[in-house]
Antibody, heavy 124, light 107 residues
Framework: QVQLVESGGGVVQPGTSLRLSCTTS????????MQWVRQAPGKGLEWVAA????????YYADSVKGRFTVSRDFSKDTLFLQMNSLISEDTALYFC?????????????????WGKGTTVTVSS | DIQMTQSPSSLSASVGDRVTITCRAS??????LTWYQQKPGEAPKRLIYAASSLQSGVPSRFSGSGSGTDFTLTISSLQPEDFATYYCLQHDSYPRTFGQGTKVEIK
């Protein structure tokens, strides 16, 4: 059974940093791209970042580019999101999500399994 | 970036009603479109992938159609458990983009 469990959220002041983790199980981590998606309170879903299955290719939303870094640890089957220079607009519930297609499949992939999320609040 | 315009933003419907939600992409995305359902306090749940393929375990009253720029999610007979917010996602290119969401409420 595929499971994704986010952690690391909290209440922080503007300008500070936070690192989110997404611990995975139930699938071959190295075979799948992974994504981060966030949802501000009462708002819709916003895609944040993606990382390829081998960790060499990364994509970011313009709103976080230069401040957030996505990475993965294959020894721990864990995905990370390093968030620096946090601003109030980063306040949200952060989800990690697994790509549906493996690295062997052709074409692009959506996300089929999501974690329950971890909450980040940026406030002075 | 590809913009996804979803409509309506909300709707009120009764149990048994047929409900249709649309998403329009600002450029062609082939069939690289997914529909998710989200209930309060929960993670999104995949309903339809590749524009028209039903996710395993999802009731057959849900269906999707479309290709290119125009897509539709249809609930053929709304059930009490279907009251939720629905989002489309394009995965044709990065950045991935979601529609604004459609909140389906009880009439």
């Amino acid at each position: 059974q595929v499971q994704l469990v986010e952690s690391g959220g909290g209440v922080v002041q503007p300008g500070t940093s936070l690192r989110l983790s997404c611990t995975t199980s139930g699938f071959t981590f190295r075979d799948y791209a992974m994504q981060w998606v966030r949802q501000a309170p009462g708002k819709g879903l916003e895609w944040v970042a993606a990382i390829s299955s081998d960790g060499t290719i990364k994509y970011y939303a313009d709103s976080v580019k230069g401040r957030f870094t996505v990475s993965r640890d294959f020894s721990k089957d864990t995905l990370f999101l390093q968030m620096n220079s946090l601003i109030s607009e980063d306040t949200a519930l952060y989800f990690c999500a697994k790509a549906w297609k493996t690295r062997y499949a052709s074409g692009t992939s959506d996300m089929d399994v999501w974690g329950k999320g971890t909450t980040v609040t940026v406030s002075s | 970036d590809i913009q996804m315009t979803q409509s309506p933003s909300s709707l009120s419907a009764s149990v048994g009603d047929r409900v249709t939600i649309t998403c329009r992409a600002s450029q062609g995305i082939r069939n690289d479109l997914t529909w998710y359902q989200q209930k309060p306090g929960e993670a999104p749940k995949r309903l339809i992938y590749a524009a028209s393929s039903l996710q395993s375990g999802v009731p057959s009253r849900f269906s999707g159609s479309g290709s290119g720029t125009d897509f539709t999610l249809t609930i053929s007979s709304l059930q009490p458990e279907d009251f939720a917010t629905y989002y489309c996602l394009q995965h044709d290119s990065y950045p991935r983009t979601f529609g604004q969401g459609t909140k389906v409420e009880i009439k």
